[in-house]
């Protein structure tokens, strides 16, 4: 079964948040995903406002940018989510956007060695291990969390260049695939991580998140036309968007599950007259065409 989702857009402001939750929750939706972009709102923040918000609803942090935080800090964040809230928080790392990271002062010289050692470290210190570590940016000695979680803790990571993905499907727990991944890219996509899980002697699950652009109602394909020139799609036949009503949306998000995507999450326009009704479009009308 397809885990369907939307994103809340931190281009929105964050006191718009409790009544997107809440819509979503009510009407039946799986999962919201919420995004750490520079200088936005916090990731971690919101979602434990949204998590605090609902009974039910899955909240997704896609991505925490690694060179932002310290990794014993982020364990003590993320151990404390996933105890206050079991089950409902999904926790996604990165890179984060170069061009950010320099402009904060942590632009790391090797990304991939970064993601690496943070990856490793934050996954054991979430299994309630003491780590020590003298890596080339996580350095460590004897941390261990007085409050682990107490179930299970996965951590994705979003990856796109050839390298992160093998990587990814090496030491996480799933990958974030961005928005303007097609499905052809899906399917090359997961081949990649799995180079990385048989290399790692991975045989566990390795599920597949993946951003599509959507927008509906009648000003749609305008809202759209405009989205994909914001993100640099000039190629109006290249498959990274849907418009339309419900058939529309489902029969897009078969493409991408034929392809290999475990979830598809869909990103609203940053100009979407209506953001609840969005949540409420996607939960109410296209999941129960979704199988």
Excluded at 41 to 48: D, F, I, M, N, Q
Excluded at 179 to 194: E, H, K, Q, S, W
Excluded at 216 to 238: F, H, I, K, N, V
């Amino acid at each position: 079964m397809t885990t369907l989702g939307t994103v809340f857009l931190p281009q929105l402001p964050p006191e718009r948040l409790r009544d997107v939750v809440q819509a979503a929750d009510g009407a039946g939706l799986e999962e919201l995903w919420l995004w750490e972009d520079c200088f936005l709102e916090g990731g971690l923040t919101t979602a434990a406002a949204a998590l605090a918000w609902t009974s039910r609803l899955r909240v997704g942090v896609g991505l925490l940018p690694v060179p932002l935080r310290n990794v014993a800090v982020s364990a003590m964040e993320i151990a404390t989510l996933f105890r206050l809230f079991p089950g409902r928080a999904v926790i996604a790392a990165g890179h984060g956007v170069q061009d950010w990271m320099g402009q904060v002062g942590a632009r790391a010289g090797s990304p991939l060695t970064l993601l690496r050692e943070y990856t490793v470290a934050l996954r054991a210190l979430l299994r309630g291990e003491r780590v020590s570590a003298q890596g080339r940016y996580v350095r460590l000695d004897g941390v261990a969390l007085d409050w682990p979680p107490t179930g299970p803790a996965p951590i994705l990571l979003g990856a796109t260049g050839d390298r992160t993905l093998r990587l990814s499907g090496e030491v996480s727990d799933g990958t974030v695939l961005t928005g303007g991944t097609d499905p052809a890219t899906v399917r090359r996509n997961r081949a990649l991580i799995d180079e990385g899980r048989s290399a790692a002697g991975r045989t566990d699950l390795h599920p597949v998140v993946v951003y599509l652009h959507a927008a509906t109602g009648p000003d749609a394909p305008q809202r759209m036309a405009a989205e994909r020139e914001r993100w640099g799609y000039p190629d109006p036949s290249r498959d990274v968007s849907v418009t339309g009503d419900e058939h529309a949306f489902a029969d897009a998000i078969a493409r991408w599950a034929d392809a290999g995507a475990d979830s598809v999450i869909l990103q609203p326009t940053a100009d979407d007259p209506d953001p609840e009704g969005f949540v409420r479009f996607v939960a109410e009308r296209v999941r129960p065409l979704v199988p």
